[in-house]
Structure formats: C-alpha cells, structure tokens
C-alpha cells in the first residue's frame, strides 16, 4: 500500500473521514439555506483536497513511453457494442445519431492507439464512494485499490496506465451526481473546484487527445447504464479539461 503525510491507499476499516459521495449527497440534499452554504463551502475544500490528491498521486510516471494498454481499447469497444445492439438501442437512438457516435469513438480509439504515453500510478475505479476527505487533517483516503498493482511493475514503478483515467471517472461521477439538484452557480463551483486543483504534469500535446477519449469512454458507459436516460442532461458528458 502507498502512503504520505497527505494521502493513502488503505482498508475502508481504517479509512478516516467521510465518503465524497456522502460529503456531496449532504450538500445538494441540504434544504436550510445557511446549512447549505455552510456545506457547499466544505465540499468546495474537499474537492480541492482531491484534486490536489490525484495530482500528487499521478505525479510519479515512468522514464519511458508505450501505447495504451491494449485492453484499454478492446474492452471500451464492448460499451459501443452493447449501445449499439443492446436493449437501450432504440431509446438511445432517439436522442443521439448511433452512427455518428460510431464513427467519432473508433477514430478517437484509432488515434490514441497510435499514440505514446508516459505511464503513471493509477488508482483503475475512482468513483466517490472509493475516497474519503478527513476534515481534521484535510486527508485524503482512496479504497477499493485491488487494481493498483496492475500500475506498477516489481520495482513500484509505473506501467501501462495512464493516471489521468481516474480523474475522469471522479469528475464523472461527480457531475452525473449533482445534475438536478444543483444550481449553475453552484455547479459551477463544485465542478471548477476538482477540476482547478487537479495538474497532470505532462508536456504531451497527446494528454489532451487522451482526456478526450476518456470522457468519450465515460459517455459509453453513461448510455449503456444509466435507466433515467435522458432525464440527466447529457451535455455535461461532452466536456473535457485541456491541460
């Protein structure tokens, strides 16, 4: 397990603090307006605490490039091809054009496969529910990190992953998370907080390509998984991040 003064990779039993999936529940639930703000503005410090968190995770690559891991391509494929001949087929196809979404996920894929990557330490599932923020300390704790070692290779140095992968999945979740419940004002706070406190060290003009298929790639799975469809706006799953 890796552990500094500001994050750890532990057990849930010994996890501090509070999941972000409660921190947020309880801020975008909250009805008494002072107690909103109130928990708005410690969110707003827990979202920074992540993204800072991710950051210095993410900070360790290796000394050399490679190709996405293969497995990367081949299993995101899967979602397109439940979407395109799964049961939502029809319900999907009545807001989204199937052919167009063909087309601009297989040229994404295509093009990142020709692509090189420094690899980084990677968390794999980075969902809300698998961080927790200690408010005394201002620490964060990740769960569930059973896909870590596949990061690293027998010295602790990194392969085959790219790091950027888990902030997607939290800003994902993030957003499908708080749509309906939240002002634009709010929103954007919340949003801007995770996004503004998170730096993916790279001088790599493909990051930006990669950032792109990532959010691409948590697009599938929001078609493929979501029942409510298309009562959350599904424009927010367009957005990507330059760095």
């Known amino acids: 397990c890796f552990e500094s003064a500001k994050y750890g990779l532990l057990l849930e039993t010994v996890a501090s603090g509070s999941r972000f999936r409660d921190l947020v529940d309880n801020a975008i639930h909250e009805k008494d307006l002072r107690k909103r703000k109130k928990l708005m503005k410690g969110l707003k410090r827990s979202l920074e605490a992540l993204g800072k968190g991710l950051t ?133 706070m919340i949003l801007n907080s995770l996004i503004n406190s998170y730096h993916f060290k790279s001088e790599e003009s493909s990051v930006e390509l990669l950032g792109i298929y990532y959010r691409a790639e948590q697009m599938l799975e929001w078609l493929d998984s979501y029942v409510d469809f298309p009562a959350k706006n599904p424009v927010l799953i367009f957005r990507h991040k330059t760095f």
């Open 56 to 188: 210095e995770f993410h900070s360790k690559r290796s000394n050399f490039k490679g190709p996405i891991y293969k497995k990367e391509l081949t299993t995101r494929h899967d979602f397109l091809e439940k979407i395109l001949y799964g049961d939502r087929k029809e319900l999907i196809a009545k807001h989204i054009d199937l052919q167009e979404l063909t087309k601009y996920f297989e040229s994404l894929q295509e093009e990142i496969a020709n692509r090189q990557f420094y690899y980084s330490y990677r968390h794999g599932d980075c969902h809300l529910g698998n961080v927790f923020f200690s408010e005394s300390d201002n620490k964060i704790t990740f769960i569930d990190v059973v896909a870590v070692h596949y990061s690293l290779d027998i010295n602790m140095e990194p392969m085959k992953f790219i790091g950027l992968y888990d902030f997607y999945r939290a800003l994902f979740k993030l957003e499908y998370q708080i749509v309906g419940y939240v002002s634009d004002t709010e929103s954007f």
